[in-house]
């Protein structure tokens, strides 16, 4: 007799859609009571937010709001912003959290393609969507969210401010059931090059997300863990992956959060300290200015889960110093974003050099989440620590492409896997470490060099300033390595000294040899893209285009 | 324009299914080297939890098993019995759980309604079914698990045995991928009357259940946590609604697992000293067992979750005072069984008294639960700590129905929540209490009166031996309380002492005055079922035959 499941039984119930709203089923039974906090001014319990919420959806019905339509937001962190997260897919309808840091042009674009039926916008932002002119006619509802007093109207259409919307609604929505492959949000990623791409999220995808970090995190022992007793404040923005997803994590925990409005390094430290935060997340270059305010020295206790880029280990080296928990997690855009997360493991916490080393990693996988490092034919490479391969995934809450992009879309999901665009390795102990980006690892010999590793090996000589190494095309091993670098001023140093530095290296097993570059060529400055990165892209062209000049020589 | 997600995009990636095996991805990464130990003598890695999941599943195909077909296990806690919980599943087959407790004609129903294409089976259950003589002749395949050497073959269809057949397959399976509505698990609910009935749980059921048990447990702050620091020991039966699932959890998070077989007590204190123990869950019996074992008396650092059936201020008391851990967790075969936890706030930690009522509650609702506490025509009841009535549920693991059993399943999901027969209240600060069955709660002036609660009143009066509160027809109040007292040797207690007792009850505000019993009647002994329980079904029709005999005496 088979049994498969497929054919419901007579009587039988269905299955129960995961949805978004269920998120708020315990905290309303563990904490109602709880505090949100806004600025450290405002105040609100997790009874006002459940009340907040059905007025919100009441409201925004009443604006016309239906199942499917986009409301795009447009805030800094904060209560409403989160009220927002959990309305607005409750209504069936997808929440736009528009990213504030693009160009005017771009967020034009981005809305231009959702083409929302409400917006909901911080006063902050009029001046940018004044300068839109009549482009941004399309948006013809526009709820203000002021923190004060009145605001000068302006041009665009104003149909009511957030709070007197609230007030006019009935406390009580009954919220609708639906399929959990509604969509729930979406936003753009923003890559160097192109316009900008549509990921997004369905409840089930939020939902299950959000179980895995808190499965993720709460379980870990000894350090970075988050658990009920912790007070959350983000300082990733909450347009940027749902501030990573964690405010979905910390509202299903009915933790107190806090959210700071727009981000300044003195009143972060300030609300840290006055709020009692113990968990946050970030970018570098804040966590570089937090540490370097000056009147708070000690920051004991302080978790603070670092992504977006690169982890020195001279930042967390200081981070540590000054009590942070600091450690690293990996993920982009289209994954929601949790897929690794560099909780240093019992037995390697006794070991100061080596947990630096695995807190700076892009660590390991998360709850339900499958990781492979591979090479151009999809086939597994070793975890040997040393095996460089792409970095491809699979979880149930991985975007399913692009929206109206087949192409981007097929490709993101080729053979079946997400990819990641980064080359990594995969340690015997089960760490993840990123080494380069595809796009700029060296394909040679028959091995995939980082151009990061030995880009690092050269920065080690004292007379460079910066350098950069790029893949040249070659007929026999299919790539070489070319550095080119910018010497400190006064300086000329030789292609020997560095083919001694990297040979050391090599002899030592942490290079291969075909790592070597074939030419080091001396150059007074490397090109850069709008944001400051080294533009690899253009390094390669000018190459090309040069070589004529550098001609055969060695 | 609406983008509700219905139509997915060309190009863009079908949502992943949940399936069991996902379970198996992130302990592998995490820790391959952990240990799963039998008994204490066989100790297995995770790496090898992968490959003999493997090698059960082509054994099991070799045997014919295809998609949907039955895999019965009858085995105590054990490593094999652990491997079905994922090869069978995986395979896309149905695992099911004999419940080897239940009488020999009660097991033949069970495997009767299910036909299971391979049967496994510890040796020591070869009586048992020999009893069955040819009416288990449907099963033309049994596997022996044997935990040693060669056995007394069986008059049973053997097939081979467990060690041999994993020796003889491929270390490599490579499991299909298939909706996440397939049915992984079965088994037989056993109430006190009528044929045992069949729930079921599908993969996806199965998964989110695992991680909402993770998310529940890992997040608690202060007592009672499961992280991956943990040791896990299994007392409540595999086959006892999966072990309460904790396998899946302690297998996805990578921690070290203990099986001991068949239980005895001093084994159990034995393994849980020998291997580091500090996680388990049992019935209170036996816990009771346990503490009452001589030799080892302190149990510190031992957590363990108490379900199944009422556990009583006191000996919750002595299990903390020999350094248990010592909570409830709250469910049943229906459920999958995760609903509720008695996880005490960290702020009532302080009050010893008031910690030791929470931690005998029913306790706080599991991450996804939605759990109510409503009146007959399913209206909502204040969370007072005082209101009764039904606990009902929706969370997304809940049994679909029963197998073949269209009437019971409608009745279960009445109204659109599962529905427990338990009588509850629910407190301010959120923990539910269950006070009663709801067929042995008295429904007298509107109120609903708990039976326990009076008895347990009646049974502080120093002259009671044992006694039963049932609800008796009533013209007037639609039901009223009569208690049956069995009087302690040579006593013969009067009606006014207590209705005296009661009514000082009363007067605190503890019970309600509809609760005093209108009849106080001595008994020499009080119907049990077979498993021990006072039989009020049986109390009721005995009452009400032998009315006459009591006339209308006060």
Known sequence: ?????????????????????????????????????????????????????????????????????????????????????????????????????????????????????????????????????????????????????????????????????????????????????????????????????????????????????????????????????????????MFHVHAWGIPFMATALGVKQVYPGRYEARRLLELQQSEGVTFSHCVPTILKMMLDEPDRTDLTGWKIVIGGAVLTRALAQEAMSRGIDVFCGYGMSETCPLLLISHVDLDQLDDPAEELDLRVMAGKPAILTEVRIVDDQMRDLPADGMARGELVARAPWLTRGYRGNPEASSSLWEGGYLHTGDIATHSPKGYFKIVDRLKDVIKTGGEWISSVDVEDIISMHPQVSECAVIGVPDAKWGERPVALIVPKPGCAPEADAFSALLGEHVSRGQLSRFGIPDRYILVEELQKTSVGKIDKKKLREVYDQSQALFGEEQ
């Open 1 to 237: 007799m088979t049994f498969a499941g497929e054919r419901p039984e007579p009587g039988h119930m269905q299955p129960q859609p995961l949805l978004i709203r269920q998120l708020l089923f315990s905290p309303a039974c563990y904490n109602p009571e709880q505090e949100i906090v806004y600025r450290g001014a405002l105040r609100l319990t997790y009874r006002d937010l459940r009340e907040r919420v059905q007025r919100l959806a009441g409201a925004l019905a009443a604006l016309g709001v239906r199942r499917g339509d986009t409301v795009a937001v447009m805030d800094w962190d904060s209560h409403r912003y989160l009220e927002c997260f959990f309305a607005v897919p409750m209504l069936g309808a997808v929440l736009q959290t528009v990213n504030v840091r693009l160009s005017p042009q771009q967020i034009l674009f981005t809305l231009g393609q959702t083409r929302p039926t409400v917006l909901l916008a911080n006063p902050d932002f009029i001046p940018l969507l004044d300068e839109m002119g009549e482009d941004i006619r399309f948006i013809d509802r526009v709820v203000l969210m002021p923190d004060e007093a009145p605001v000068p109207a302006p041009r665009l259409p104003v149909v009511g401010e957030y709070e007197d919307l609230l007030a006019a609604a009935e406390a009580r929505f009954d919220f609708p059931e639906f399929p959990e492959e509604t969509i729930a949000t979406t936003f753009h990623t923003t890559g160097t090059t192109g316009l900008p791409k549509a990921v997004y999220f369905s409840h089930r995808q939020i939902v299950l997300h959000t179980l895995s970090l808190i499965a993720t995190y709460a379980t870990q022992p000894g350090h970075g863990r988050f658990d009920r007793s912790d007070v959350y404040m983000p300082i990733t923005p």
